[in-house]
């Protein structure tokens, strides 16, 4: 789909923005771009989309009966991905291509439990998001022998769409979501060097 390949094409260019090492003819001159910013940048594209999404193509469609967004989109008509298997989707895509970098919508609340919290760092990361949205949680991680950088951002529901669809879903453990509340983070995670 066109806005699978898009989401990825403009995360490709925001981290191709960013000097690597390798890639100067002396790498001494290359700046160093902290971890922080990198994942600053990541954050911003991901959500842009997903918040274009949800309310530019969601929210019109279901508002005029034309579509709506459900889990078995690829296999019901008339059905179009949620917004957090946008997310999820095209991640598992950008993955494929480019190893490393990986993000993921998760929640304390998740209706999917493939959305839950993988770990006890999410799940206290999660908790920090609720006492201060403002700041994303971060940490350096090793997994398998890899060092990456971790940082998890608020999940802000965007529009009346998320919480109805929350709010209103059988799975759903919480049934009183308002537009702006925190449901959940936004994982994104990519190797660093150790310093």
């Given at each position: 789909?066109?806005?699978?390949?898009?989401?990825?094409?403009?995360?490709?260019?925001?981290?191709?923005?960013?000097?690597t090492?390798?890639?100067?003819?002396?790498?001494?001159?290359?700046?160093?771009?902290?971890?922080?910013?990198?994942?600053?940048?990541?954050?911003?594209?991901?959500?842009?989309?997903?918040?274009?999404?949800?309310?530019?193509?969601v929210?019109?469609?279901?508002?005029q009966?034309?579509?709506?967004?459900?889990?078995?989109?690829?296999?019901?008509?008339?059905?179009?991905?949620?917004?957090?298997?946008?997310?999820?989707?095209?991640?598992?895509?950008?993955?494929?291509?480019?190893?490393?970098?990986?993000?993921?919508?998760?929640?304390?609340?998740?209706?999917?439990?493939?959305?839950?919290?993988?770990?006890?760092?999410?799940?206290?990361?999660?908790?920090?998001?609720?006492?201060?949205?403002?700041?994303?949680?971060?940490?350096?991680?090793?997994?398998?022998?890899?060092?990456?950088?971790?940082?998890?951002?608020?999940?802000?529901?965007?529009?009346?769409?998320?919480?109805?669809?929350?709010?209103?879903?059988?799975?759903?453990?919480?049934?009183?979501?308002?537009?702006?509340?925190?449901?959940?983070?936004?994982?994104?995670?990519?190797?660093?060097?150790?310093?």
């Amino acid at each position: 789909m066109k806005w699978t390949t898009s989401m990825s094409l403009l995360t490709v260019i925001a981290l191709s923005c960013f000097p690597t090492r390798g890639y100067a003819a002396d790498a001494r001159d290359v700046p160093i771009v902290p971890p922080e910013a990198v994942a600053d940048y990541v954050y911003a594209v991901v959500e842009s989309h997903r918040a274009f999404y949800t309310t530019h193509v969601v929210q019109p469609l279901e508002e005029q009966g034309v579509a709506k967004a459900g889990a078995e989109w690829s296999t019901q008509k008339n059905t179009i991905p949620l917004p957090v298997q946008v997310i999820n989707e095209t991640s598992q895509k950008f993955s494929a291509k480019f190893n490393g970098l990986r993000y993921q919508l998760i929640s304390q609340w998740p209706i999917n439990v493939k959305n839950a919290p993988r770990d006890q760092i999410d799940k206290s990361s999660l908790e920090s998001l609720s006492m201060r949205p403002e700041r994303p949680t971060s940490r350096i991680i090793k997994m398998e022998d890899q060092t990456y950088f971790r940082a998890i951002y608020p999940d802000i529901a965007v529009s009346q769409a998320c919480v109805s669809c929350h709010n209103s879903h059988p799975n759903s453990p919480k049934k009183d979501f308002q537009v702006g509340d925190i449901m959940g983070g936004l994982i994104i995670e990519f190797p660093v060097e150790s310093r």
